[in-house]
C-alpha cells in the first residue's frame, strides 16, 4: 500500500500473516517501524545461542556475570517459527548485572525481506529479561538506515524451559535522512 501527498508518503509491507514493516516520508526524513519476532534457541541441534567466554566468576554468580554469548536467531512476521523470515538477529550478550539477570546487548538486525532488503538496524542497550518490556536504543544501521537513530521495545512472547526455547517480541521504531524521493518500493 502506498499513500503520497506532496511532503508525506507510507509504504506498507505485508508479508504473510501481517503487516512487519512501516515507513512514513516526512520532508527530509523517513521513519520506519518494524514489528517482528526473534526466535532463541539455545539448545539441541538446531541451537542459535552458544556461550563463547566465562568470567572466573561466573559459575559461582546467581546472575551468571561475565558470561559471553553469540547469536544467530530467525527473526519471522509472526510468532510461529514456521511463519515467513524477514531478517536474522545476529549479535552477542554479556552477563552484566552482579544483583539481577541483566545482559548488554549488541543486536544487528539483517533484513532479509523488503524494500530495505539487505540493509541491518543496529541496536545496544541493558536487557534485564525479567522485565515486561524492555527498550534498547537504535544506534544506527547500514544501507538506508545509515545514521538511523530510534528505539526498540521487546518483550518474551514466550518461553519454554523444558527445551530452552524463548519466543520475543520486537518493535523497532527508527529515523534516518531521506536520500533520494519519498516513495519507498513495497514486496
Do not use: G, R
Given at each position: 500500500?502506498?499513500?503520497?501527498?506532496?511532503?508525506?508518503?507510507?509504504?506498507?509491507?505485508?508479508?504473510?500473516?501481517?503487516?512487519?514493516l512501516q515507513t512514513i516520508c516526512r520532508r527530509n526524513r523517513l521513519t520506519t517501524s518494524l514489528h517482528f519476532y526473534v526466535h532463541d534457541v539455545r539448545t539441541g541441534p538446531n541451537a542459535t545461542l552458544y556461550t563463547v567466554a566465562n568470567a572466573s566468576i561466573t559459575a559461582n554468580s546467581s546472575t551468571g556475570f561475565g558470561r559471553v554469548n553469540v547469536f544467530d536467531d530467525r527473526v519471522t512476521v509472526a510468532p510461529d517459527i514456521n511463519s515467513s523470515e524477514v531478517a536474522r538477529a545476529q549479535g552477542l550478550t554479556t552477563s552484566s548485572d552482579l544483583q539481577v539477570q541483566a545482559f548488554t546487548m549488541n543486536l544487528n538486525f539483517f533484513l532479509k525481506e523488503g524494500p530495505f532488503n539487505g540493509s541491518t538496524v543496529s541496536v545496544v542497550g541493558r536487557n534485564q529479561f525479567a522485565d515486561a518490556q524492555r527498550e534498547l536504543t537504535v544506534v544506527g544501521g547500514t544501507g538506508p538506515f545509515r545514521y538511523a537513530r530510534g528505539y526498540a521495545i521487546t518483550s518474551t512472547y514466550s518461553h519454554d524451559a523444558t527445551i530452552n526455547y524463548s519466543v520475543l517480541e520486537y518493535t523497532i521504531n527508527l529515523t534516518f535522512p531521506r536520500r533520494s524521493g519519498c516513495f519507498v518500493e513495497s514486496s
Open positions: 500500500m502506498l499513500i503520497a501527498t506532496p511532503t508525506t508518503a507510507t509504504t506498507t509491507t505485508n508479508s504473510d500473516e501481517n503487516s512487519w
